[in-house]
């Protein structure tokens, strides 16, 4: 038994032990900032990656990438695939719209759009925090300084984009069977449709004409452009002779008088959204050389406005198809 004389001292001593490492500062536990890549690996018990080879040589990409930056024209492709991005070029100051109607009930969620691809905000994408960036070849400068940011590839564009570019998405994303199941599909539509226009129109002569301010006038050619190879590849439509010069993209200027020298059958007509494009339209039909053109006199010219958009992937190419046989054939 403790000694009553020695309960005081215990108790003073119990109540300093309490008192001191009550007041006792609390000690701050500094925590690490982890970076992007850290938090990514906390999250996933693998973080897999593979090699693949693009425009640029070869790149370690994500085996299963998460998100995205998308920098070409390829969302149409890409959601055909099943695979959506987080940003994406913004289409407005072309078409009118953030991103093309025919795709807006396709998006899940939000896609962020981005002002112009061509000179990209690098802080702005770096916030983005993104796995995978994809790019086309045209913006091979860019290239290292996108790589920074997260592993870049840059799609190869010296076909037309669809179904060129889409095969190279599908190794991107393992989708390489969808992609070429994809292909199939959409070449047996084009097949049927390209029977239906044979029978309609026979050998009759077809021009693409793109209105976009200018004196001059762009004829799209067979080559080159994908809306040259759905309307001449894709669906047969036989392409007028004698359209002088056309340049690597597949495009051609002609002036106005040259129209009445080609006199084809049928003319598509592409206008763009600007006041400069919609004003050269209303002084082309004014004027005497267009009235005096076989398609005009029969009545065989065409809204074609849609298709340079649509024709860059297999959801529009099918849509762009419907309307070209519906406006032939009507």
């Given at each position: 038994m403790l000694n009553k004389k020695w309960i005081p001292i215990v108790m003073i001593s119990?109540?300093?032990?309490?008192?001191?490492?009550?007041?006792?500062?609390?000690?701050?536990?500094?925590?690490?900032?982890?970076?992007?890549?850290?938090?990514?690996?906390?999250?996933?018990?693998?973080?897999?990656?593979?090699?693949?080879?693009?425009?640029?040589?070869?790149?370690?990409?994500?085996a299963n990438p998460k998100r995205v930056i998308l920098l070409g024209r390829y969302l149409d492709q890409?959601?055909?695939?099943?695979?959506?991005?987080?940003?994406?070029?913004?289409?407005?100051?072309w078409i009118g719209d953030v991103f093309p109607k025919h795709l807006q009930d396709k998006i899940v969620g939000e896609i962020m759009p981005i002002?112009?691809?061509?000179?990209?905000?690098?802080?702005?994408?770096?916030?983005?925090?993104?796995?995978?960036?994809?790019?086309?070849?045209?913006?091979?400068?860019?290239?290292e300084e996108l790589s920074k940011i997260a592993p870049t590839v840059l799609i190869d564009e010296s076909k037309p984009l669809f179904p060129h570019t889409l095969l190279q998405l599908g190794e991107l994303f393992n989708k390489k069977e969808r992609a070429e199941q994809i292909i199939q599909e959409y070449n047996k539509k084009a097949n049927e449709a390209k029977q239906k226009l044979a029978d309609a129109v026979g050998n009759e002569t077809f021009i693409f004409v793109r209105l976009s301010g200018d004196k001059l006038y762009t004829i799209y050619g067979p080559r080159g452009d994908q809306t040259g190879r759905l309307l001449y590849t894709d669906l047969g439509l036989k392409m007028l002779d004698g359209v002088p010069n056309f340049d690597p993209s597949g495009q051609a200027e002609l002036s106005l008088e040259g129209f009445l020298q080609l006199n084809p059958d049928h003319i598509f007509i592409f206008t763009d959204i600007v006041d400069d494009a919609n004003n050269q339209f209303k002084e082309l039909e004014y004027s005497n050389v267009w009235k005096s053109l076989k398609a005009v006199k029969s009545k065989q010219v065409y809204d074609g406005s849609e298709y340079f958009l649509l024709a860059m992937g297999p959801i529009g190419s099918k849509l762009a198809i419907?309307?070209?046989?519906?406006?032939?054939?009507?």
């Open positions: 119990c109540f300093l032990f309490i008192f001191l490492t009550g007041c006792a500062p609390i000690q701050k536990i500094e925590t690490k900032n982890t970076n992007t890549s850290e938090k990514r690996d906390a999250n996933e018990t693998t973080y897999a990656t593979r090699k693949f080879k693009h425009y640029k040589g070869e790149t370690e990409v994500p890409m959601i055909a695939l099943g695979v959506q991005p987080m940003a994406a070029p913004n289409w407005e100051k002002e112009d691809e061509s000179k990209p905000n690098y802080e702005s994408l770096l916030a983005l925090d993104p796995d995978l960036i994809i790019g086309s070849q045209w913006m091979a400068r860019n290239y419907d309307d070209i046989v519906s406006q032939i054939t009507k």
